[in-house]
């Protein structure tokens, strides 16, 4: 089982930056697939970006603002965060998992951890 626990959230005001870790321990591997999630409050969780080896998949309301990579040397993942909107105020959870990073928002996750907050002040 793998473990996760994300941090680097925090307040920042509309058009700044942030960047998101997520440090993986236990039973993980670089083939892994990793990605991002996110809840506002009294909406729907959804889908941020996903990575699995080279490969990246980013969902509509993040393109060309935000980045995933990882350093498998230290078992982490960033989501690097830019042009910040209100909108994207949120806890932002870390997940794991297998295939590619286009099929890693239909995976079905039993659990969340306590995520990131994420606040965007405009």
């Known amino acids: 089982q793998v473990q996760l626990v994300e941090s680097g959230g925090g307040l920042v005001q509309a058009g700044g930056s942030l960047r998101l870790s997520c440090v993986a321990s236990?039973?993980?591997?670089?083939?892994?697939?990793m990605g991002w999630f996110r809840q506002a409050p009294g909406k729907e969780r959804e889908f941020v970006a996903a990575?699995?080896?080279?490969?990246?998949y980013y969902g509509d309301a993040v393109k060309g603002r935000f980045t995933i990579s990882r350093d498998n040397a230290k078992n982490t993942v960033y989501l690097q965060m830019n042009s910040l909107k209100s909108e994207d105020t949120a806890v932002y959870y870390c997940?794991?998992?297998?295939?590619?990073?286009?099929?890693?928002?239909?995976?079905?996750?039993?659990?969340w951890g306590q995520g990131t907050q994420v606040t965007v002040s405009s």
């Open positions: 990575m699995s080896g080279g490969s990246t």
């Open positions: 997940k794991s998992g297998f295939g590619s990073a286009r099929s890693f928002p239909k995976l079905d996750f039993r659990s």
């Open positions: 236990g039973r993980t591997a670089s083939s892994t697939t």
